[in-house]
C-alpha cells in the first residue's frame, strides 16, 4: 500500500521525517510540526520558519515528522504517531517514525506543533517524567499547561525535553500565525533567536481522565475549557440525558466534535503559575 492509504491499514512504504538543519554549529534545538497529517498549522509554521532569513545563534532542526500523512491529509497512516513513541524500528511506519523521531530529539529541546478541534487559545502540554519541560512551557507565551502523564501515553513528550503546543483551530490561517509565534517565541526562549517573547505566568493542570461519549450519540457541553467545573454541576447532554459532574473537575479539549468517542478530558489544576506546583510533583 502507498503512503496515502487510509488509517489503520498496514503499509510497507517508509516515508522519514523531513528535517532541514538551519544555525551555526550542531543542533541544539528543533521546532517540529505534523506529528498528526491532518493538523497542517505547525507544518505551515516549519516550512514558513526554515525559508525566512532567521537570524540564528544556534543551530536548529525544522521538522516535519510524518510526511506522507501530511501529503494524504490524514492524522496518521497505521498508527497514531503521537501514541506509539518511543517507537519500534521493525514496526509499522509511526512506530519507525517514532523511533526515528527520539533519536533525532532525544538530546535537543523541542517544540512540537498540534491543532484541535477545542481550543482557540494556545496552550502547552508537558510529561512529568520530563520536569525540565515545566520550566520550557512556564516560559512561553500559553496561559495554561497541562501534564498528561497517565491519561495519554506514548507521546513525544517523553523523548527528552520536548513541549507540545496546542494552537487553535486545526486547518485555520489563524492557528497557522499562531503557530509561527509560538515557534518564534520558542526559539526566543532557548536564546536561539535574539529578542524576548512577551511574558507569561500560565496556570499548570494535570490530565486525570477521559470523559467518555457513547458511540454515535449526539451531545451539547455547558462549560469552558480550563473553567472550574462544581460537584454536582450539569456539564453537558447527551440524547436528552443531563451529565452530571460526580466531583469538581477542570475540562481540558472539551468539545463537541473533536473526538469520536470522548467529549474530552477531566483535569486538576497543580498550581496558578510554576511556583505554586508541589516540588514533590516534579521530583524536586
Known amino acids: ?36 497529517g491532518d493538523e497542517p498549522s505547525g507544518v505551515r509554521a516549519v516550512r514558513r520558519l526554515r525559508a525566512a532569513d532567521l537570524d540564528l545563534r544556534r543551530g536548529v532542526l525544522f521538522v516535519v515528522a510524518n510526511p506522507a500523512a501530511v501529503a494524504a491529509g490524514t492524522r496518521y497512516l497505521d498508527s497514531d504517531l503521537n501514541r506509539v513513541f518511543p517507537g519500534d524500528p521493525r514496526g509499522d511506519r509511526e512506530h519507525r517514525l517514532a523511533a526515528d523521531l527520539c533519536e533525532l530529539l532525544g538530546s535537543v529541546t523541542t517544540l512540537s506543533i498540534h491543532g484541535t478541534h477545542s481550543q482557540r487559545e494556545p496552550f502547552a502540554l508537558v510529561h512529568r517524567s520530563q520536569p ?88 451539547e457541553l455547558f462549560v469552558e475549557n480550563f473553567e472550574s467545573v462544581p460537584e454536582g454541576a450539569v456539564y453537558g447532554r447527551v440524547d436528552g440525558r443531563e451529565l452530571v ?16 468517542d470522548i467529549f474530552g478530558y477531566r483535569g486538576r489544576k497543580l498550581g496558578d503559575s510554576l511556583a505554586g506546583v508541589p516540588a514533590s510533583w516534579l521530583g524536586r
Open 132 to 219: 525540565a519541560e515545566y520550566d520550557l512551557a512556564a516560559a512561553l507565551p500559553v496561559e495554561h499547561a497541562v501534564d498528561h502523564s497517565g491519561v495519554n501515553e506514548g507521546t513525544i513528550t517523553t523523548c527528552g525535553c520536548l513541549v507540545e503546543v496546542e494552537v487553535g483551530i486545526q486547518g485555520t490561517d489563524a492557528a497557522a500565525d499562531t503557530a509561527e509565534f509560538q515557534a518564534r517565541s520558542f526559539l526566543q526562549v532557548v536564546d536561539a533567536l535574539p529578542g524576548e517573547p512577551p511574558p507569561s505566568t500560565p496556570s499548570f493542570f494535570h490530565m486525570t481522565g477521559r470523559v467518555p461519549k457513547p458511540p454515535g450519540a449526539r451531545g
Open 1 to 36: 500500500m502507498t503512503a496515502g492509504g487510509d488509517p489503520g491499514q498496514p503499509g510497507t512504504e517508509y516515508v522519514p521525517p523531513e528535517v532541514t538543519v538551519a544555525g551555526p554549529g550542531e543542533p541544539e534545538v528543533a521546532v517540529v510540526g505534523g506529528v498528526h
Open 245 to 260: 459532574a460526580e466531583a469538581a473537575f477542570y475540562p481540558i479539549l472539551m468539545s463537541e466534535t473533536g473526538y469520536a
